[in-house]
T-cell receptor
């Protein structure tokens, strides 16, 4: 059973609007959460992260929200830009440095 | 600074052939790992290593072997390739020394190896 789920395979947003990508998890032992961005033919690159003791982390246009009681996190991108079009992976850290990834959401930002 | 380097970028194998996917990092990271990415499955951990001489299995280890003789290198071996191993393979590394009290784990990924097994 997948411990990290991204239930939306794809999302299409108009340039300048907000993009909201969602992620749910089942393991309450996860203590750190990360978002990675991936362009075609490239490896994933780190975008933003949040500790389980926080509920929000912001970095420029990117904000991650964590709702521990609901076991849910979301990535907000405001404003969305065409260059944000990529696959976004949610990941959760369990013991050691091991990461568990979601299946990814394809974001398309239309100009 | 090269980061994580994977070779080759592309490879086609016949069923039963063996090969080694190379991974090298120049960041002196202790932790290295191999993932495979399949459509609709995200990235799944194959094997990982917390330092030279130490390796362990991830979620999908069957059909793959690893070794870690140096801090820099973490090769992934397919002993007898099968069509089910057709995938994109990513190597990643991270440092325990950079982890804060909250247990941060920012893994840095290579560009990937696209493998087809016929």
């Amino acid at each position: 059973d997948q411990q990290v789920k991204q239930n939306s395979p794809s999302l299409s947003v108009q340039e300048g609007r907000i993009s909201i990508l969602n992620c749910d998890y089942t393991n309450s032992m996860f203590d750190y959460f990360l978002w990675y961005k991936k362009y075609p033919a490239e490896g994933p690159t780190f975008l933003i992260s949040i500790s389980s003791i926080k509920d929000k982390n912001e970095d420029g246009r990117f904000t991650v929200f964590l709702n521990k009681s609901a076991k849910h996190l979301s990535l907000h991108i405001v404003p969305s830009q065409p260059g944000d079009s990529a696959v976004y992976f949610c990941a959760a850290k369990e013991y050691g440095n091991k990461l568990v990834f979601g299946a990814g959401t394809i974001l398309r930002v239309k100009s | 600074n090269a980061g994580v380097t994977q070779t080759p970028k592309f490879q086609v194998l016949k069923t039963g052939q063996s090969m080694t996917l190379q991974c090298a990092q120049d960041m002196n990271h202790e932790y290295m790992s191999w993932y495979r990415q399949d459509p609709g499955m995200g990235l799944r951990l194959i094997h990982y290593s917390v330092g030279a001489g130490i390796t362990d299995q991830g979620e999908v280890p069957n059909g793959y072997n690893v070794s870690r003789s140096t801090t820099e290198d973490f090769p992934l071996r397919l002993l007898s390739a099968a069509p089910s191993q057709t995938s994109v393979y990513f190597c990643a590394s991270s440092s325990f020394r950079l982890a804060g009290g909250g247990g941060k784990n920012i893994q840095y990924f290579g560009a990937g190896t696209r493998l087809s097994v016929l």
